[in-house]
């Protein structure tokens, strides 16, 4: 199944999106995002992007600050772009995340990991970027599987308003090193190609 994107209003203001995003019936186990004010369902994701995500997941459990920890399932909201994303992965304090509600402001996540599924890679490549650096997120990481060319893993950083610069950039195979704070290697030759 691939990506639904329902139709925008444009009569719709950011609290009437999210206001309609917590409060649908969505299909269990969808992935809802809103997406430059457009409310997107996606299936949940395949294995072999699931076993990416645990990969990078176990390997920043060893090396995150304290008091910091990573999440899954986490909505990021970025009101100035109609945006309300699930990234893959999120590092954001626990304080932070602790807090009621349904997401949290984007602005407090230290690192977004996306890893790109064949419907909606897109999204992971031009949307969502834009979108976190606009928001100050320090580091986007993009495991993008889809890649023409073969599978690629960039690390976004120094965000100015809404584009980042390349901080490193490899290929499936690759050794691969995010700096501080986490100061860890990834070997992606672990990573499963399709």
Known sequence: MSALTLSQDPD???DDLVRFWVESDWPEGS?????????TVSPTPENQHN???ELVQSRLYRDIPDGWGIYQTQ???VPSRLGMF???LVVAPRSVVRAPGNFIPAAAA?????????SNARHDRVGKPAAYASAGIPCYLLIDRWAQGGPTITLYGEPQRDVYRVLHAG????????????NLR?????????
């Open 12 to 14: 719709r203001t950011w």
């Open 31 to 39: 992935r809802v995002e809103i997406i430059e004010g457009i409310v």
């Open 51 to 53: 076993s990416v995500v």
């Open 75 to 77: 909505s990021l909201a």
């Open 86 to 88: 699930i990234p893959d």
């Open 110 to 118: 230290d690192l977004v990991v996306e890893v790109t599924s064949k």
């Open 171 to 182: 290929k499936f195979g690759d050794e691969f090193h995010l700096p501080e704070p986490f």
């Open 186 to 194: 990834l070997d992606t030759s672990e990573f499963p190609v399709d």
